[in-house]
């Protein structure tokens, strides 16, 4: 069973190829009182409303605030792979965003705080890289 694919916008583009280069790409306001990163892409900042944020490459280093053990994935293309890390992950530059951690599942104990980066795996999709994190210390 293959699995599913995102769903490539307009508006969430310069996400998706930012991570076929490897890339994090997030959107950042451009108001002068606001500048705040944006995750998930949208088409104004919900910050503060301004309807022109930029795209700008952002580390992708970050620390995990939760996780979860996966044991029976929502999507039967995963069953596989389970059981694998799920985690929201608090970047440098601020957002919260969610992605698998490489590790092995029997390790995934005490993940809180840890020190994170982004990779981008392209065995998971046909010609869609995909972001994933591993632990950095």
Known sequence: MSKPMP???????????????????????????????????????????????VWEQVSGRGQVLSYTLVQRPHHESFYAEAPFVFAAVTLEEGPLIYGRIEIDAAEAEGLNGR?????????????????????TA
């Open 7 to 53: 769903r490539i916008t307009a508006v969430n583009r310069p996400y998706w190829e930012g991570c076929n280069a490897d890339k994090l790409m997030l959107q950042r306001c451009t108001a002068a009182d606001c500048g705040q990163y944006i995750f998930y892409p949208r088409v104004c900042c919900p910050h503060c409303g301004d309807g022109d944020p």
């Open 115 to 135: 020190p994170v980066a982004i990779v981008f795996r392209d065995d998971q999709l046909p010609g869609q890289k995909l972001p994933f994190f591993r632990l």
